[in-house]
Structures are given as C-alpha cells and as structure tokens.
C-alpha cells in the first residue's frame, strides 16, 4: 500500500490552509498487502514464485457468494509483476512515504521459518530498495488479514500456539529488512479483524463464533503484537533504531439523542469496545478497560456462563503488555450515531454485548459504508490526545470510494479529501494534536475484501478487465500530487 505524503513544518499565518507542521507525511495507501490481502496480485501472483496458500486465497476460491459475485486477488492489480508501474505512480504523486504489507505465506508459505521463499525475500528488498533510491521512506505491515493457511488449520488467531508463530515471523522480518525499514506495523486492525473474521465469520475462516471467537482472537492478537515488539526490543533496536508499533481502526460516534444519559452511556461504550478494547491494555495499562470487563462478565452471567467470556490476563501478561507502541497509528473512515438499546433477550455477539445501535445520520453525504464526517476525525485525534497522554499520531489509512467507477473525474470525491485535511490542520493547530503521519487509502484500486472489485478507493484507476492493468490517475490524483508540492491546502478553514 501507499500512502500520501506532505511534510508539515510551522503553520503560516492567516485564512490559507498550509499544512506546515513539522513532519506530517501524507502517503496514499496502496494496497501492497501483497497477495490477496487487497493486493495486487499479479497474474497468477496468488500462487507464484512459491507462495503459499493464505486464509484469503482458500476463502476466495471456495466461493458461495461470501465475496462480491464471488470475485477473487488472484490478479487483482497485478502489483507482484507491475512494481515498477506502482513506483512511477507513487514517483507521480510526489509522496515520501509509502506503506506496503508483507504477506506471510509468500516469504514464509507454511507459516513458520522451516522453509523460507528466497523469491519472496528478493521481492520484498526490490520494492524497500527501489523506495529508498528514490527517497521514498517504507512503512511495513507485517500481518493484514493474511494468515498462511497452516497456521489457520492448526486453530488460526483462536490457539495461543499463534503467538510463538508471529513472533518468529516478526523477528525473521525485522532481520531480513530492519535493516532499511524503521517504521513497522505488527498487525493491521486487529479491534476490526477479531470481530469479522472470528465473531461475526465475514471474514476467513468464515466460521462465526458470536460472542467468544472475537474475544479469544482479541486476546492472542494482543500478546502477538506485545511480543513482537518485545522481540524488537530486544534484538533489533538498538541496532537498527527503528519504531514499531499497531494501526487500530476507529471511527468516531456520537449519541443519538445528546440529551439522553444512556445514549451517552452507550456512546462511551462503543469507544471503550471498539478502540480502548485494544489501546488501553497496549498504551496504558497492561489491561482491559474496566467497563469492557464489567459489561461482558454481566452479560455472560445473565446468559448462563460459569465466568466471563472474555479471557484475562495474568500479571505477568500485563507487564508484558504494557506499553508496547512507539507511536499511536489509527485508520479513520468514517463517524456513526449510537442509541442505546437493551440486551434484554441476551443474545450472543459482541455488538450485543455492548448494548447499543449503530447508524449514521440521515442527512450525511455516503459512498457505500463510508459517510463523509470529516470533523469525526479531528474528534477522534482529541479523543486520543486527552486519552492517551498526547502521543504521536500516525493517521495509517483515511479514504473515500468513488461514487462512479465508469468516470476519472472524481472531483466530489477530492473535496471530502480537502474537508478532511482542513479538519486535520484544525487538530494540529487548534487542538494541538501531535499528529505526524497521514496516508490516504489508496494508490490503486484494488480487490476490497468481500466487497471485490465492487468499490475503489484509489488514486489511479485500474480497468480489471484489461490483462495489462493500466494504471491511469483520477482527478484527485492530481489535485493530492498539489498538496505535496506546495506542502499544504490553498483556501479558507
């Protein structure tokens, strides 16, 4: 993936929106999950070079309508044998960063290092090299969805044994690139890939597990991350003096009725399930937050269970936990109105656990699921600011679809970018927000997860159904490669 890239440094005076602060970079997100994470795969990339099988692949492949008119990466853009026409797309933008996902199976196809794909080695120093040549600095996700289909026949993110098989891929990365690479990601969204692929089962496996899967896999995906950082930590820091950290998606809600307490209530709840579930325990304290813990062991008490249906952790996993990040990454979309509604009958699931409803507002502008809010994410940054003891702030995907996949004039498209960018320059400038990092999401059109081929979000357009995967710019290609170059938004807040 790549990402959008500016520099900020020191605000200029006056109405026009420059984004100078120091050190924001704005890289468009392309979906370099290579392989079928919403990557490129190139012709027959799903399986070349000795790649293994991913999650994604056998979930594709085994159709029954779970994906957009059973639609598969196995090509998608195309990216594993086009590199070279994603770089002149990122070269076009001007960006400085660009942030791409490593997949699992294609370095290591069985999961673990029992055997290494050294095509898979030579790919990946290709991409980081050709970057860096063109002073372009990468920002690498070890884990997006991805996982290598052994590991999730021996019990996926739901077994423990998980956690030892990610640390031994994290720290076989860190050494194969730390070298070049100083910005990692250990696992993209694991708050919504817990509730999607092991609750709700949308996702492979496709096996739901309302109101446990989640909260099994959440728990796994927690010390995984905890201890790839540690192994960082360890080994590797010193040495390569790189930062590592995990990109958590969030959007932003707000009580249907401001007026009621238990809508409020509910509001609350809603943050502390969908981003504290996992800030908390990794930038705090070790641990779960208290009304988390409180809400489901009340819940599963009502319905039966011996104990709570959400694990603990020891003592000693807390202090393990316990401040793993070196900056705080968040991927924002979009905002949604909660109403608090009883979960009298005590069904099973986590949405049901949190006791609420979910919608947006009537009146907002939407693309498919993306309503455009862009005040929820300057709300969002405060939110984490006041929170979480001001950290540094990597905002790692933020994007919009385009409404007409027929047309390259996206310009309605542009302007929720520039709404967004101005609420961003408002939580630099009046919140104080120390945020450092912005990548749009993405550079290309891609294969978007079960929705296929369905929804674009990116900054070129890629016809699919031309072998030859064209990449041609939308008009926000242009006007975003604008805002790199003069390093700001022209115009009025």
Not at 99 to 126: A, C, E, V
Not at 322 to 343: I, M, P, W
Request: charged content about 25%.
């Amino acid at each position: 993936m790549a990402f959008l890239q500016w520099n900020i440094p020191e605000a200029a005076q006056g109405s026009r929106s420059r984004f100078e602060h120091p050190a924001i970079y704005c890289e468009v997100e392309v979906e370099h999950k290579r392989d079928l994470q919403n990557l490129k795969l190139s012709l027959r990339g799903w399986d070349a070079d000795g790649k293994g099988p991913s999650v994604w692949d056998t979930f594709t492949h085994q159709g029954g309508e779970r994906v957009f008119k059973n639609q598969t990466g196995d090509v998608a853009c195309g990216s594993y044998t086009l590199w070279e026409e994603d770089l002149k797309c990122i070269k076009q933008l001007g960006l400085t960063h660009y942030r791409f996902s490593l997949s699992w199976s294609r370095l290591l196809p069985d999961g673990t290092t029992g055997f290494i794909n050294q095509k898979g080695i030579d790919y990946y120093n290709k991409m980081i090299d050709d970057l860096l040549a063109n002073r372009i600095t990468p920002i690498v996700t070890l884990f997006h969805f991805d996982l290598p289909q052994t590991l999730e026949d021996q019990g996926g993110w739901l077994s423990d044994t998980i956690i030892e098989s990610f640390d031994e891929y994290a720290r076989f990365c860190f050494k194969m690139f730390g070298d070049r690479v100083k910005q990692w990601i250990t696992i993209n969204e694991p708050n919504l890939y817990a509730l999607l692929a092991y609750d709700l089962g949308a996702f492979p496996p496709g096996v739901p597990h309302l109101g446990t899967g989640g909260y099994q896999a959440a728990h796994n995906l927690i010390k995984a991350h905890a201890r790839a950082w540690h192994s960082y930590d360890s080994l590797f820091r010193k040495e390569q003096k790189g930062l590592v950290s995990l990109a958590l998606f969030c959007g932003w809600v707000e009580p249907a009725d401001p007026n009621s307490e238990s809508d409020q209530e509910a509001a609350k709840r809603a943050l502390a399930f969908h981003l504290d579930f996992f800030a908390k325990p990794i930038f705090i304290d070790g641990d779960y937050p208290e009304v988390v813990k409180a809400q489901i062991a009340s819940m599963s008490k009502r319905q039966g269970y011996p104990s709570s249906r959400l694990p603990e952790f020891t003592e000693e996993e807390k202090r393990m936990i316990k401040g793993t990040a070196d900056f705080f990454a968040v991927q924002y979309y979009s905002s949604r109105l909660v109403k608090y509604r009883e979960n009298d009958k005590g069904e099973l699931g986590v949405l049901q656990d949190v006791e609420l409803d979910i919608f947006p507002d009537p009146a907002w502008i939407h693309v498919d699921w993306v309503y455009v809010v862009p005040w929820g994410i300057r709300k969002l940054l405060k939110y984490i600011k006041d929170t979480y003891n001001n950290p540094v702030i990597y905002i790692t995907e933020n994007g919009f679809p385009q409404g007409d996949l027929t047309s390259l004039d996206d310009t309605q498209r542009w302007e929720y970018f520039r709404q967004t960018f101005q609420e961003l320059f408002k939580a630099i400038q009046l919140d104080k927000v120390n945020l450092q990092l912005y990548c749009a999401w993405s550079l290309l059109d891609n294969f978007e997860w079960t929705q296929g081929y369905s929804i674009q979000f990116g900054f070129f357009h890629i016809d699919f159904e031309d072998p030859a995967r064209p990449r041609v710019p939308y008009t926000s290609a242009k006007e975003y490669a604008k805002v790199i170059r003069n390093n700001g938004l022209e115009g009025h807040l």
